[in-house]
């Protein structure tokens, strides 16, 4: 065997300065659901120091759950989900909103088991059920990951889409999915969280940066450090629209937390208006999310 000389103490530097670089590129499953957990606690630190806890049993969603019923927001995914599915299927919808995947989702599988736990998005989701005549939707009060797991319901996919933002414990949240699943978990996910405003209106109301929570980025680098065979499939991005003036103001009211009719609502009005045509007096504001991805990842035991 032929000896090889010793390592100079340059090359050992070298060699582990390297083997750092790609640490960083390759984090463990551990350093990613800790940062995730960093970020979804910043977040909710700012917004409760900014503007306080919110009230023990308040529903978050009461003022928007009807936006969030079928047809009335854009949703791409539905083809690619649709296409995903299988007659005799049931689907989990964990955080099923007002229902803008699961009614579509229930014209094609057997049965759709929704979770919600919103009052407020339930009633939309009933309400919707009932509209389209579908009966094989099952609505659950439910909490995700529920306590004890044994008592969530169980699906060939499970589906969450856009409910991973805020998630304390994104590790435990996607186990007890897979835990519950077939064949496929499927999420929906912006490159950005819904919740992100235009940075510069949101300094100029507040003083300081938006603590922005985790999405498509952090989701995906948690996948690859778990080792899941995923996919992502990127969704066409909606053009911004051109809209009144008043009408960009009331429905941009919740991401930057003021009240209507406020001294907060008035400036951001003013800064909204800066961003007016001369002309038509018309806004088209920033794509601030200018992607969505459906990532797929089968579930292997």
Not at 70 to 86: I, K, N
Request: a negative charge.
């Amino acid at each position: 065997m032929v000896a090889r000389p010793p390592a100079s103490e340059k090359a050992r530097l070298e060699m582990a300065d390297h083997i750092n670089r790609g640490s960083m590129l390759r984090p463990s499953r551990q350093e990613v659901e800790e940062r995730y957990a960093e970020l979804v606690e910043s977040n909710r630190v700012q917004l409760a120091r900014l503007f306080g806890g919110r009230p023990r049993g308040e529903d978050y969603w009461a003022k928007r759950a009807q936006n969030f019923r079928p047809g009335v927001m854009d949703a791409p995914e539905v083809a690619l989900l649709l296409s995903m599915a299988q007659a005799g299927d049931t689907w989990l919808d964990i955080g099923a909103g007002g229902g803008r995947y699961a009614i579509p989702l229930s014209e094609k599988v057997e049965r759709v088991v929704a979770v919600e736990p919103s009052p407020a998005m339930r009633v939309q989701l009933e309400a919707a059920a009932a509209g389209a005549g579908r009966t094989n939707i099952e609505v659950v009060d439910m909490e995700w990951p529920s306590k004890p797991r044994d008592e969530a319901p169980e699906g060939d996919v499970s589906l969450m889409a856009n409910v991973l933002y805020g998630a304390e414990d994104i590790g435990g949240f996607i186990a007890a999915a897979e835990a519950h699943t077939r064949r496929t978990c499927v999420v929906i996910t912006h490159h950005r969280a819904p919740n992100s405003p235009v940075a510069e209106i949101w300094e100029a109301l507040h003083g300081e940066p938006f603590a922005e929570l985790p999405a498509q980025r952090e989701l995906v680098a948690l996948l690859g450090a778990m080792g899941r065979r995923y996919g992502v499939y990127p969704m066409p991005a909606p053009p911004a629209p051109e809209q009144p003036h008043g009408e960009v103001v009331e429905a941009s009211l919740w991401m930057y937390h003021v009240e209507a009719g406020s001294k907060g609502a008035a400036e951001l009005g003013r800064l909204i208006a800066r961003r007016a045509d001369p002309e038509t007096g018309l806004v088209r504001m920033p794509v601030v999310r200018r992607h969505a991805s459906v990532v797929a990842w089968p579930v292997e035991r």
